[in-house]
Structure formats: C-alpha cells, structure tokens
C-alpha cells in the first residue's frame, strides 16, 4: 500500500527558506546581467560570498580545516554546482525568457530522480514518485503558460541559449547526488570551501573573458548582485548542504517547483494580482505532485514488525 513519509517540520522549513532565496535569484540575475557580462557577474558574486563566509567563520571563532579529501569534494561541488550553471544560466538568460528557463530548469527534479536512484541509498525510482514529479512538471507548464514551450528550439543562437539553461539544471542534479555524499564536516565549512574554490575558479575565467575592472554597473545592478552574493549563495549554500544531507536530493530537488509558485505568490501578496484559474490549477498540479512524490511503497509480507 502507499503510505506518506513523515518528514520533519525541519526539512520543509529549510525548503520554503531555499525556495525564498533561490526563488529571487533568476530576476536578479535579469537585472544585473544587463549591466554586468556573465562571467564577471559569476566571479563577483562567489568572491563576495565566499569572503562573508570567510568572514562569519573568523567570527565565530571556527577554523577552515579540511582534509585533502574535504577539498577535492570543494573542487568538484565548486565546478559542477556553482561556477559552471551559473554561468551557463546567466549566459543563456541573455537569449530566453524567464519563463522557459524556468520550464528548462524545472526539468532538474526528473534528473535527480533517475540520478537518486542509481547513487542514492534509500532514493529508490517507484512510480508513485515519478508520476508525482512529472505532474509537479505539468504544473510548472501550466504556470508558466504553454506558450513558453513554442520557444523551443528556433534560431541556433537561440537552442544553444536553451541548451545552456538545461545544462545548468543537469549540474544542479548532479550537484545533488554529490552533495549527499560529501564527507563528514559542517555546513558552514562546506559552504565556505565551495564558495572559496569556486571563486577562484571564476575570477581568472572573467580576468581573461571580461574586463571587469573597467565595468561601472548602476545602482540596481550592483544591489542585485550583492543581495545574490549574500542572500541566493552565501545563506542558502548553507541551507542546502543542511537539507540535502538532512532529506536528500530528492526532496530537495522539489525545489524546482516550488520556486516558480513562490514567483506567483509574491505578485499575489506584494502586487495584489489576482490570482488566475491558470495559476490556481497549476499550483494544484505541484501540490498533488509533490503529495505523490513523497509517498513510499509498503509491501505486507505477513510478518510483524520487530
């Protein structure tokens, strides 16, 4: 039979709290991008991180110790979790609209489900779980509206734009499955290792591709990557390497779903839009999605539990 897992208030406490950090970051990518390259913007905004972490280590009186193996997984979570989508997110977002990178980004849940269950103890495939994530999808297509989805493919410029926004949400998935297999350490340390090995990866790579010293960005631009330096990646690394070894890539790859709700809430909330029928069916879709997803099989052996 089909149970629901009971998970701790904790873990979707966490996930709103991702959901509201991440939930910005792709209209202040929008804003900053149009003033700052996209490599630079990467560089800027893991240097920025990664000296606040930096910063509240020294305060709290915490060391940066890390074995070679501790920073061998830094080097990797800093590639395929950091440097690499988000320059391909913010690159692709100068030829696409939100809306599709959104649809593009939602496909990160149904990777890191077929990932989970291959790497992932204890993230077994059921059906229950798949049809859940892909009417967690449907839902996302009914938000945004269908007509994003005619934007596929197109010009060249445009499919390699569309191309790099999925490679990123590939990334993410595969950050995931990294991240629950990270070694034994605390989240802040983790958080200020990738940040710190990301950072140098970036600043060269913008160095040579940019010319970032000459840039002299508005005022909206520099408060978008600032509140992305701070908010989006320097406080919610810390939150997700906490909710991915709490709950693992699967529910935390739900995310993806959430983010666009959160999206259409704020402009109910803080814009008084009224909500549309689009927009309510769509956030029944994700409910019902995510409902499925987080139901386990419970096969009966005809044994009593021990």
């Known amino acids: 039979m089909l149970r629901f897992t009971a998970r701790p208030v904790r873990h979707w406490l966490l996930l709103i709290a991702l959901v509201a950090m991440w939930g910005s970051s792709f209209l202040l990518v929008k804003v900053a991008v149009a003033a700052i390259p996209p490599a630079s913007l990467v560089a800027g905004r893991l240097a920025i991180a990664a000296a606040v972490l930096i910063g509240v280590i020294i305060a709290t009186g915490r060391r940066l ?3 070679r193996r501790h920073w061998a997984f830094a080097i990797v979570m800093a590639a395929v979790g950091n440097a690499i989508p988000f320059w391909l997110i913010a690159w692709g977002q100068q030829a696409i609209s939100s809306g599709l990178a959104g649809i593009l980004m939602a496909a990160m849940p149904l990777v890191t489900l077929v990932l989970a269950h291959g790497f992932v103890e204890g993230e077994r495939l ?7 994530f892909l009417i967690g999808f449907s839902g996302i297509v009914v938000l945004i509206g269908p007509d994003a989805l005619l934007e596929l493919g197109g010009h060249r410029s445009d499919l390699i734009a569309q191309l790099a926004v999925l490679g990123g949400a590939v990334c993410y998935a595969v950050n ?7 070694p034994q350490s605390g989240a802040l340390e983790a958080a200020t290792a990738v940040a710190l090995m990301a950072s140098v990866m970036m600043i060269p790579a913008a160095l040579i591709v940019d010319a970032p010293l000459t840039l002299v960005p508005g005022p909206a631009a520099v408060a978008s990557l600032l509140i992305l330096a701070v908010v989006s990646t320097a406080v919610a690394t810390v939150v997700y390497f906490k909710l991915v070894t709490e709950a693992g890539p699967s529910f935390l790859s739900l ?6 709700v959160w999206a259409v809430a704020l402009g109910i909330i803080i814009l008084r839009e009224e909500p549309t029928w689009s927009a309510l069916a769509a956030l029944t879709l994700v409910l019902v999605g995510i409902g499925l997803s987080e139901m386990s ?8 539990p021990q």
Not at 126 to 131: I, K, Q, V
Not at 297 to 304: A, E, F, I, N, V
């Open 65 to 67: 110790r890390q074995s």
């Open 126 to 132: 059921t059906r229950a779980r798949a049809a859940g």
């Open 176 to 182: 995931a499955i990294i991240a629950r297999h990270r």
């Open 255 to 260: 995310i993806n779903y959430l983010i666009p």
């Open 297 to 304: 099989l419970k096969r009966h052996t005809g044994t009593r």
